[in-house]
């Protein structure tokens, strides 16, 4: 078995290829809500290419797509039909997830906090916290983790992204740069950048650490704490709030879902 999943996000797109027993090759793109089913195959064609083995988008079994851009699943749903010749399963539309959610409107969950879950019920037990970190910061908490994908989804919060506040204060204030964020040497800058990296990853930081200390304490029981998503490996070493950080737990659900619903 040969699957391809596909994880998009507001930024950055993955493209994940599983070989029925473990992920062989990872590739990312920028997410465009305009590329064509074309335009995404000539890309994965280059790719398959440069890396060689003879493995083509031909020797596809399967593909599962989950994205929070919804102008994007249509192409995406054509790259799998036209270009692998596969009907792939859409998280979303008649996937049948296995897991409990218990937010007052389950239909508004996005899938990308879904298959985190998911993924985390695989390996992790007891009750969890689960910090995603891309253009959004999602806090979500997992209850009833057995490591064996039993549990729950209970609900969490949604905070802007590290990315997308350093563009909103380079947008609104006319004398503050355009900067790559990074982790500063010092607490206190001594210019206007390192002002800039200081106050938006230090703020994070207290971000992270004053609701995961507010998490706790509301839900009253002990949890573990799993920093995940494209900017969380910046955290790390930065804080104690966070005990595990997991860069595959998306694709670990993507393909439990996938066995879920091929009967795999």
């Not at 699943?73 to 959610?101: D, S």
């Not at 930081?205 to 998503?229: F, H, N, S």
């Not at 969380?232 to 393909?255: H, K, N, V, Y």
């Amino acid at each position: 078995m040969m699957l391809l999943a596909i994880e998009q996000g507001n930024t950055n797109t993955l493209f994940a290829v599983h070989d029925g027993k473990e992920w062989i090759v990872q590739w990312r793109t920028a997410t465009d809500p305009m590329r064509t089913a074309d335009e995404y195959a000539v890309w994965l064609h280059q790719l398959f290419e440069m890396r060689g083995q003879g493995m083509t988008m031909a020797d596809m079994d399967g593909c599962i797509i989950s994205s929070v851009v919804p102008q994007s699943i249509f192409n995406l749903r054509n790259l799998a039909r036209r270009y692998l010749n596969v009907e792939p399963l859409v998280i979303g539309e008649n996937v049948e997830l296995g897991i409990e959610v218990r937010i007052h409107k389950p239909s508004e969950a996005g899938a990308d906090r879904l298959v985190n879950a998911i993924g985390a019920l695989q390996v992790y037990e007891g009750d969890l916290l689960l910090i995603d970190s891309g253009t959004a910061t999602t806090f979500d908490v997992v209850s009833g983790a057995n490591g064996q994908g039993a549990g729950a989804f209970e609900g969490g919060l949604i905070a802007p992204g590290i990315n997308l506040s350093l563009q909103a204060l380079h947008e609104a204030a006319a004398k503050l740069p355009r900067i790559a964020i990074q982790r500063p040497e010092t607490v206190i800058g001594r210019d206007t950048v390192t002002s800039m990296q200081s106050g938006v990853f230090w703020g994070y930081i207290a971000l992270i650490e004053g609701l995961v200390d507010r998490i706790k304490a509301e839900w009253g029981k002990p949890m573990t704490v799993i920093g995940t998503g494209g900017v969380a490996s910046l955290f790390e070493g930065a804080t104690d709030s966070i005990d595990r950080f997991d860069p595959d737990l998306t694709i670990r659900g993507l393909l439990e879902i996938w066995r879920r619903n091929s009967h795999l």
